[in-house]
C-alpha cells in the first residue's frame, strides 16, 4: 500500500496570502488529522476528520480550517497567513475510530516570509 | 501547556549503549504511544502501550508505564547509528472527543558509531 501523501513537499508564501494543502491517507484509512510542528511550540494538534465529520478541533484561530472529502482525501486551508504560521506541517491517516497508531506523510514545510 | 514534558531534551550516547527517554503527562489516558522522527520528516510510530498495562516491548524497545505517577519511559537497547532521530512520546486523553494526540516535545538522540 502507499503510504501517506502529502503535497507539495515545500511552499513560500508572503504575509496575506492563503494557502491550501492536500494529504492523501492510506487507502482504507476513513480518519485523517493535521498538525503543526514548530521548533518553539513543538507538535499542536489542528483537527481531525473522520468520514468527512470534524470530530475534534485545536487551538488555532479560525483562520485555519479544514475538510475532507468521500475519498478520505483532506485538505486544509490557512488564510491571511502570518509569519508565525512557518511550519513543518503533518498530516496522519488512521484506519479506525480510535487513536491509536496514526500513520504520518512527510509533512509540508510551508514558509511564510 | 497541554503538551507532556520528556526528558532529557538531547541525549547523545555510544554505538551500542542503552538509552532512555522519559516522558511525563498530564491527565488520565487511554494509551500511551511512541513516535520517531528522522530530521524534517514524518513521525514514525514505534509502540503502543494501554492503560492497563504496565510494560511492553518490541524487539529492542521496552516500554513502560506508571499511571499513578502519569510517566513513561522508552528504553532502546544496544543502540545503532541509524537510531539516531527525535523520540516524542503522545497520549490519547480519556475524555477526548477524537482523533487528538498530545505530544510531548521531543528527545533528541544521538547515537555515534
Known amino acids: 500500500k502507499a503510504g501517506v501523501t502529502q503535497t507539495p513537499r515545500y511552499l513560500i508564501k508572503t504575509r496575506g496570502q492563503q494557502v491550501t494543502l492536500s494529504c492523501s491517507p492510506i487507502s482504507g484509512h476513513r480518519s485523517v488529522s493535521w498538525y503543526q510542528q514548530t521548533p518553539g511550540q513543538g507538535l499542536q494538534f489542528l483537527f481531525e476528520?473522520?468520514?468527512?465529520?470534524?470530530?475534534n478541533k485545536g487551538n488555532f484561530p479560525g483562520r485555519f480550517s479544514g475538510r475532507q472529502f468521500s475519498n478520505s482525501r483532506s485538505e486544509m486551508n490557512v488564510s491571511t497567513l502570518e509569519l508565525g504560521d512557518s511550519a513543518l506541517y503533518l498530516c496522519?491517516?488512521?484506519?479506525?475510530?480510535?487513536?491509536?497508531?496514526?500513520?504520518f506523510g512527510s509533512g509540508t514545510q510551508l514558509s511564510v516570509l | 501547556s497541554q503538551q507532556g514534558e520528556e526528558d532529557p531534551q538531547a541525549l547523545s550516547i555510544q554505538e551500542g549503549e542503552n538509552a532512555t527517554m522519559n516522558c511525563s503527562y498530564k491527565?488520565?489516558?487511554?494509551?500511551l504511544q511512541w513516535y520517531r522522527q528522522n530530521s524534517g520528516r514524518g513521525l514514525v510510530h514505534l509502540i503502543l502501550?494501554?492503560?492497563?498495562?504496565r510494560e511492553k516491548h518490541s524487539g529492542r524497545l521496552r516500554v513502560t508505564l506508571d499511571t499513578s505517577k502519569k510517566s513513561s519511559s522508552l528504553l532502546i537497547t544496544a543502540s545503532r547509528a541509524a537510531d539516531t532521530a527525535s523520540y516524542f512520546c503522545?497520549?490519547?486523553?480519556?475524555?477526548?472527543?477524537?482523533?487528538?494526540?498530545?505530544f510531548g516535545q521531543g528527545t533528541e538522540l544521538s547515537v555515534k558509531p
Open positions: 496522519a491517516s488512521s484506519p479506525r475510530r480510535f487513536n491509536e497508531k496514526l500513520f
Open positions: 503522545a497520549t490519547d486523553e480519556i475524555y477526548n472527543q477524537g482523533g487528538k494526540l498530545i
Open positions: 491527565t488520565s489516558i487511554n494509551n
Open positions: 502501550i494501554r492503560s492497563n498495562e
Open positions: 476528520y473522520f468520514s468527512e465529520t470534524q470530530r
